[in-house]
Protein backbone atom coordinates (compact mmCIF):
# COMPACT_ATOMS: atom_id res chain seq x y z
CA UNK A 1 0.00 0.00 0.00
CA UNK A 2 1.26 3.28 -0.72
CA UNK A 3 -0.16 6.81 0.07
CA UNK A 4 -0.44 8.69 -2.88
CA UNK A 5 -0.13 13.00 -2.24
CA UNK A 6 -1.56 15.49 -4.80
CA UNK A 7 -2.27 19.03 -5.05
CA UNK A 8 1.46 20.64 -5.75
CA UNK A 9 2.40 22.82 -8.03
CA UNK A 10 4.16 25.99 -8.71
CA UNK A 11 2.73 29.62 -7.08
CA UNK A 12 3.83 32.74 -6.22
CA UNK A 13 4.85 33.83 -2.89
CA UNK A 14 2.06 34.61 -0.40
CA UNK A 15 -0.49 32.24 -2.55
CA UNK A 16 -1.47 28.95 -0.69
CA UNK A 17 -2.31 25.51 -2.27
CA UNK A 18 -4.20 22.48 -0.34
CA UNK A 19 -2.16 19.00 -0.26
CA UNK A 20 -4.44 15.79 -0.26
CA UNK A 21 -3.38 12.49 1.17
CA UNK A 22 -5.08 9.73 -0.14
CA UNK A 23 -4.66 5.58 0.01
CA UNK A 24 -6.86 2.39 -0.98
CA UNK A 25 -6.96 -0.51 1.24
CA UNK A 26 -5.89 1.31 4.01
CA UNK A 27 -7.80 3.43 6.80
CA UNK A 28 -5.92 6.30 7.16
CA UNK A 29 -8.36 7.18 10.24
CA UNK A 30 -6.22 4.08 11.44
CA UNK A 31 -2.97 5.51 11.65
CA UNK A 32 -1.50 8.88 12.55
CA UNK A 33 -0.43 10.91 9.49
CA UNK A 34 2.03 12.63 8.46
CA UNK A 35 3.65 15.34 5.98
CA UNK A 36 7.15 15.76 5.08
CA UNK A 37 8.98 17.71 2.50
CA UNK A 38 12.20 17.36 0.59
CA UNK A 39 13.95 20.01 -1.31
CA UNK A 40 16.98 19.46 -3.04
CA UNK A 41 19.94 19.02 -1.49
CA UNK A 42 18.30 18.97 1.87
CA UNK A 43 17.03 15.99 3.99
CA UNK A 44 13.71 15.04 4.20
CA UNK A 45 12.06 17.21 7.09
CA UNK A 46 8.73 16.61 8.46
CA UNK A 47 5.97 19.27 8.65
CA UNK A 48 3.08 18.39 10.05
CA UNK A 49 1.23 15.36 11.57
CA UNK A 50 -2.23 14.66 12.89
CA UNK A 51 -3.30 11.53 15.34
CA UNK A 52 -5.51 9.04 13.84
CA UNK A 53 -8.64 10.72 16.23
CA UNK A 54 -7.89 14.11 14.39
CA UNK A 55 -7.76 15.71 17.57
CA UNK A 56 -3.63 16.16 17.77
CA UNK A 57 -1.91 17.93 15.22
CA UNK A 58 2.06 18.70 15.09
CA UNK A 59 3.37 21.79 13.19
CA UNK A 60 7.36 22.41 12.44
CA UNK A 61 8.28 25.87 13.58
CA UNK A 62 8.36 26.91 9.93
CA UNK A 63 4.91 25.95 8.74
CA UNK A 64 3.10 26.69 12.33
CA UNK A 65 0.53 29.73 11.69
CA UNK A 66 1.09 29.20 7.58
CA UNK A 67 -0.01 25.75 6.80
CA UNK A 68 -3.33 23.37 8.73
CA UNK A 69 -3.71 19.64 8.72
CA UNK A 70 -7.01 18.16 8.42
CA UNK A 71 -8.84 15.07 7.93
CA UNK A 72 -11.80 13.88 6.42
CA UNK A 73 -12.35 10.37 7.46
CA UNK A 74 -15.49 9.81 5.09
CA UNK A 75 -13.27 10.83 1.83
CA UNK A 76 -10.20 8.61 3.51
CA UNK A 77 -8.31 11.75 2.68
CA UNK A 78 -5.67 13.90 4.67
CA UNK A 79 -5.51 17.79 3.57
CA UNK A 80 -2.37 20.19 4.06
CA UNK A 81 -3.80 23.68 3.67
CA UNK A 82 -0.56 25.80 2.80
CA UNK A 83 -1.14 29.51 3.27
CA UNK A 84 1.22 32.29 2.76
CA UNK A 85 3.62 30.11 1.11
CA UNK A 86 7.41 31.33 0.82
CA UNK A 87 10.44 30.43 -1.64
CA UNK A 88 11.70 28.05 1.55
CA UNK A 89 8.40 25.77 0.97
CA UNK A 90 9.70 24.48 -2.27
CA UNK A 91 10.24 20.89 -2.16
CA UNK A 92 8.65 17.44 -3.05
CA UNK A 93 5.54 16.78 -0.27
CA UNK A 94 5.20 13.33 0.70
CA UNK A 95 2.59 11.93 3.32
CA UNK A 96 3.45 8.29 5.11
CA UNK A 97 1.29 6.54 7.95
CA UNK A 98 2.94 5.80 11.15
CA UNK A 99 2.49 1.73 11.78
CA UNK A 100 4.80 2.08 14.45
CA UNK A 101 2.62 3.49 17.01
CA UNK A 102 5.23 5.79 18.48
CA UNK A 103 3.82 9.43 16.72
CA UNK A 104 0.47 9.15 18.86
CA UNK A 105 0.14 7.50 22.32
CA UNK A 106 -1.35 8.00 25.80
CA UNK A 107 -3.19 11.34 24.36
CA UNK A 108 -0.05 12.94 22.84
CA UNK A 109 1.37 13.48 19.65
CA UNK A 110 5.44 13.37 19.30
CA UNK A 111 7.74 14.37 16.63
CA UNK A 112 7.16 12.43 13.48
CA UNK A 113 10.43 10.69 13.09
CA UNK A 114 10.09 9.47 9.51
CA UNK A 115 12.04 6.12 10.41
CA UNK A 116 8.55 5.44 12.18
CA UNK A 117 6.12 5.99 9.10
CA UNK A 118 5.62 3.96 6.24
CA UNK A 119 3.52 3.39 2.80
CA UNK A 120 5.54 6.75 1.38
CA UNK A 121 4.25 7.34 -2.17
CA UNK A 122 5.85 9.54 -5.25
CA UNK A 123 4.60 12.75 -4.06
CA UNK A 124 3.87 15.79 -5.30
CA UNK A 125 5.75 19.14 -6.27
CA UNK A 126 5.41 22.50 -4.75
CA UNK A 127 7.70 25.42 -6.11
CA UNK A 128 6.87 28.72 -4.84
CA UNK A 129 8.65 31.34 -6.84
CA UNK A 130 9.73 35.09 -5.35
Known amino acids: VQLQASGGGLVQAGGSLRLSCSAS????????IGWFRQAPGKEREAVSCISNSGGSTYYADSVKGRFTISSDNAKNTVYLQMNSLKPEDTAVYYCAADFSGRTYYSGSIYYPASSNFGAWGQGTQVTVSS
Open 25 to 32: GLALSSYA
